[in-house]
């Protein structure tokens, strides 16, 4: 059980992203009070729920609704997954929707990568705190899931903009260096986070935070080509520490902060 960890951050309440690594360890019948989304990663997980035994190989999914009895266990030597925990209170902020998914019909569906690819962004930006960053992604895995398998109407995206979209690029292009959350983006413009997050990439093909990641990394090429270190070039832009401004350099350049810094001074 040592390979555990449970994952949450006091300004997003009601939402835990709980990351197993573990052999030979049974969890008793219980429920919880939230819906919950996992992805199998490795090897295979096994529980009873429904009435039912069900053996969940890597590529599956696991779903189950707000008080569903289940068990749980490993059915291989190793099993490795991630499961999301959203309170069911909090779908209609988290959505913004009047009509709210029925709930999961099918246990354990195939996954096609993209639940999994999710939570993996998930847990990373829980790790690293950043309030747009966690919060686009939680609403795009929530949007996916509840879609794909409970029952919720794919959203059909407003055409009006009415600036909405340039003025939070100016907004953006201004407080680059700053702690934004999503949140604070959509009181701006009155308008839900989902719709903002769309309305966005369908006018600069990427969402708000990747948008603010690569004006970070435009300010950071100039700031490195002075006499700032790597290291104080990333706490002066607001990344998490000098790794997650590392990753992200590359990211967008395909070369780190050190060796731009290095080339560029020759």
């Known amino acids: 059980m040592d390979g555990n960890r449970l994952q949450a951050r006091p300004w997003l309440p009601g939402v835990e992203l709980f990351h197993a690594d573990f052999s030979g360890q049974p969890f008793g019948r219980h429920s919880h009070d939230a819906f919950a989304v996992g992805a199998i990663l490795q090897g295979v997980g096994g529980y009873q729920c429904r009435g039912g035994r069900h053996a969940l190989p890597a590529g599956t999914l696991s779903l189950m609704n707000p008080e569903e009895p289940h068990t749980g266990h490993a059915v291989s030597p190793r ?9 069911e209170s909090r779908l209609p902020a988290l959505l913004g929707r009047k009509q709210l998914p029925r709930g999961f019909l ?7 990568g993209s639940v999994a690819a999710g939570l993996a962004r998930l847990a990373v930006e829980f790790e690293r705190g950043d309030a747009l960053a966690l919060e686009s992604e939680l609403l795009e895995v929530l949007e ?10 794919a959203a059909a995206l407003s055409p009006r903009d009415g600036g909405m979209t340039a003025f939070l690029r100016d907004y953006l292009e201004e407080n680059f260096a700053e702690a934004v959350s999503l949140d604070q983006l959509a009181s701006l413009v009155h308008r839900h986070p989902r719709h903002l997050i769309e309305a966005f990439r369908r ?17 950071a090429k100039r700031l490195l080509l002075g006499d700032q270190s790597p290291l104080d070039v990333a706490l002066a832009l607001g990344f998490y520490d000098q790794a997650h401004f590392s990753s992200t350099f590359k990211r967008f350049t395909g070369v780190t902060p050190g060796h731009f810094r290095r080339v560029a001074r020759t």
């Open 79 to 87: 099993l490795v997954y991630r499961m999301l925990y959203v309170e």
């Open 106 to 112: 099918e246990l354990n569906p195939a996954d096609d």
């Open 144 to 153: 996916r899931v509840f879609v794909l398998h409970g029952g919720l109407r």
């Open 203 to 219: 006018v600069y093909g990427v969402p708000p935070h990747t948008y603010l990641l690569q004006r970070r990394v435009r300010e």
